[in-house]
C-alpha cells in the first residue's frame, strides 16, 4: 500500500506557474505507475497526466499539453506537476494517484487528497 500527500497549490494569475509535488509513503515508489488528475467544480474528474515506473514514458490530456510537465524522482519518492501559461479554466482541486496498472489506461489504486490551484483572470 502506498500514501500520497500533495503540495504545492496555491492562487496564481493567468500566465503564472505552479509546481505541485507528491510525496509517497514506503520503499516501492519505483513500482507504480502515477498520475496527476484534477476535479473542476460541477464537474467530473479527470485525467492530466501520468507517468510510467521509470519515468521514461509520459501521457497527457490534449488540454494540457505543451503547458504542464509530469515527472518523477524515484529517489525520493516524489512526482511532481510542473505548471506553466496557467489559464483560468485550470482552476481545479489537483490529485495525485498511483496504479501498478497501465499508464495508458485503467483505474488508479491509490489517491491523495488533493491540492486546491486557483487560477485568477
Known amino acids: 500500500q502506498v500514501q500520497l500527500v500533495e503540495s504545492g497549490g496555491g492562487v496564481v494569475q493567468a500566465g503564472g506557474s505552479l509546481r505541485l509535488s507528491c510525496a509517497a509513503s514506503?520503499?516501492?515508489?519505483?513500482?507504480?505507475?502515477m498520475g496527476w488528475f484534477r476535479q473542476a467544480p460541477g464537474k467530473e474528474r479527470e485525467s492530466v497526466a501520468r507517468?510510467?515506473?521509470?519515468?521514461?514514458?509520459?501521457v497527457y490530456a490534449s488540454s494540457v499539453k505543451g503547458r504542464l510537465t509530469i515527472s518523477r524522482d524515484n529517489a525520493k519518492n516524489t512526482v511532481y506537476l510542473q505548471m506553466n501559461s496557467l489559464k483560468p479554466e485550470d482552476t481545479a482541486v489537483y490529485y495525485c494517484a498511483a496504479t501498478t496498472g497501465s499508464i495508458y489506461d485503467g483505474g488508479m489504486d491509490y489517491w491523495g487528497k488533493g491540492t486546491l490551484v486557483t487560477v485568477s483572470s
Open positions: 507517468i510510467s515506473r521509470t519515468g521514461s514514458n509520459t
Open positions: 514506503g520503499r516501492t515508489f519505483s513500482r507504480y505507475v
